[in-house]
């Protein structure tokens, strides 16, 4: 998300493509699997250049941050035994777990709650969407309860998920 | 949303950790952690991580195109019928089903992860706090990688210093 006020400056200056077009392309981008910045970069390079504008443009997204990663990755395989790089990861994993906990958060806010305009510790439990809960507690079993189920790809409870989706309507 | 870059973690580590065995638990929790403070997508940057350790700046460039290239095509062919994806009834449906699969792999992933990161009383006030805060605020991860880094260096050098085991 934090390329859309960068994309949405390009398309006032540029002209490539309306707001309200730009608005259709982060509603699609969100709701199709991927990264949602490359998802970006794909839509407005496909809409601007056709598939070479996509290609190009998506590979200008992620080239920044391959540079800078392979930076990193050079600098920490010469540092790797340092003592203070070491510490320093000792107290960065549990803040990167918890950075991912806050993420699975977010989406569940949505996933298991019905639409609302402001969630508190209130008026929560008002919000929850049973149904939603109900079969994510059915997944979790799964997918960690159950022998051989639990081993599955996860790819294969993303498409039982979708069939149920479409089935439940949630 | 789907769940974007984190929605890739569960599926990362099954084929990265537990199947290839490229890297282990740990070293996955520290590339999450690095891709968080860096700019640029999680994925992305965990992947060039993953690639560079395996097979050096070649694979690092590789790896990243591998993560890209089915959100290339999928954007590319919607893009395509975008009119008739977006009034689907259906698609609406199933992705409301996905997001909920989602949460409980990303939750699975963060169990798994939080197994090899906390491992002691400073990690799990060092988690707790990270994610109140980010649940609560605006603060961008930046930030609390770097506070959450000093305050590790500062924790072990005490240590050190009360002369307990490291």
């Known amino acids: ?170 | 949303m789907f769940g974007g870059g984190y929605a890739m973690l569960p599926i990362l580590q099954r084929e990265i950790v537990e199947n290839k065995k490229w890297v282990s638990d740990q070293e996955i929790a520290d590339y999450y952690a690095i891709g968080q403070c860096t700019p640029g997508i999680i994925a992305v940057n965990t992947a060039t991580f993953i690639g560079y350790k395996k097979r050096g700046v070649i694979g690092g460039i590789f790896a990243t195109l591998g993560v890209i290239s089915p959100s290339l095509l999928i954007i590319m062919t919607l893009a395509k019928i975008i009119s008739r994806f977006e009034n689907s009834e259906v698609v609406v449906n199933a992705f409301k089903g996905i997001r909920i699969a989602v949460v409980v792999l990303i939750l699975n992933a963060v169990i798994k992860i939080g197994k090899s990161s906390i491992v002691d009383k400073a990690t799990f006030g060092i988690f707790l706090c990270v994610l109140i805060l980010a649940i609560v605020s605006n603060i961008s991860p930046v930030v609390f990688v770097l506070i959450a880094a000093t305050a590790g260096i500062l924790i072990q050098s005490l240590r050190i210093r009360k002369g307990g085991k490291k």
């Open chain 1, 1 to 170: 998300m934090a390329t859309l006020p960068f994309l949405s400056d390009i398309g006032q200056t540029m002209h490539w493509y309306t707001q309200s077009q730009l608005a259709d392309m982060v509603a699609v981008s969100e709701s199709t699997p991927g990264p949602l910045g490359i998802n970006m970069a794909t839509y407005v390079g496909f809409r601007v250049g056709g598939v070479l504008g996509a290609i190009v443009s998506t590979l200008s997204e992620v080239l920044p941050s391959v540079i800078i990663i392979t930076l990193i990755a050079m600098a920490l395989k010469t540092f790797k035994d340092n003592q203070y790089v070491q510490d320093g990861f000792y107290g960065l994993r549990p803040a990167s777990t918890a950075l991912i906990a806050a993420a699975c958060c977010s989406v569940g806010e949505i996933a298991l709650f019905k639409p609302h305009r402001y969630l508190s510790i209130w008026n929560f439990i008002t919000f929850i969407n049973w149904k939603a809960v109900a079969f994510g507690v059915v997944i979790f079993t799964m997918t960690n309860r159950v022998p051989k189920v639990k081993k599955l790809h996860p790819i294969i409870f993303i498409a039982i998920a979708a069939v149920v989706g479409i089935i439940v309507k949630f």
